[in-house]
């Protein structure tokens, strides 16, 4: 199988952002992570614009040359923002106001009308939903809504604790969502150290989404050699 990296260029933006200044530049990381051999760069637009701001936004979703995938909550805000970039895919997750990252999964099963809602308007503008839940068996099978064609599997667990038992859970939420039809990707908290043992437990994962641990790397490897290492373990 052909897996494939993404790479989030959030925490480039939050260390420009802890200067207001104009850099470093998230896109100007999105471009070297690409030639790098990402193949696809992530964003978080979060609702309190930590770190990724609207001009992002836009000047990384017309500069990519490979795939932008955007991170979002369900709301109103977001949605027009989505439709105003097309970006191509966007992944639905959870936001609670002060959290230093995100705490979860969505609560797809306790929140199916909202997603649908955004999803079927996000899809009907052209752009492809994948939503970001624990891996667990009830949040996957309540993920098969009209327009959802991919699930991202939260790997904070396994990426904390490690274990066969957070192998396991990962590895049966990826067969039950390829048996109903979805694509898998998987992220959070995933290392140089932790993704090889994931790879080869969970083969049938196709997109992996890495960016503080990526990032944290580039400042001593240099960014194209960080990215080629994470592309190594993947192949």
Known sequence: ??????????????????????????????????????????????????????????????????FLNVECATTDEMLAIVLAHRPG???????????????????????REAIAAFTAAAV????????????????????????????????????????????????RATARARSLGLGVAAGHGLTLHNLRPLVEAVPDIEEYNIGHALMGDALFLGLETAVARYKALLA
Request: avoid cysteine.
């Open 89 to 111: 895919r966007v992944t639905l997750v959870p936001e609670r106001p002060g959290e230093v990252t995100t705490e979860g999964g969505l609560d797809v099963v306790g929140g």
């Open 1 to 66: 199988m052909s897996r494939h990296l993404g790479v989030n260029v959030d925490h480039v933006a939050t260390l420009r952002q802890a200067r207001r200044a104009r850099y470093p530049d998230p896109l100007a990381a999105a471009l070297v992570a690409e030639r790098a051999g990402a193949d696809q760069i992530t964003i978080h637009l979060r609702s309190d614009r930590r770190h990724i701001q609207d001009g992002d936004v836009a000047r990384i979703a017309a500069s990519v040359q490979t």
């Open 124 to 171: 009907a503008g052209g752009v492809k939903i994948s939503l970001f839940v624990d891996p667990d068996l009830a949040q996957v099978e309540a993920s098969v809504i009209a327009g959802v064609d991919m699930v991202e599997l939260n790997t904070a667990a396994w990426s904390e604790h490690g274990g066969r038992k957070e192998l396991d859970r990962l590895e």
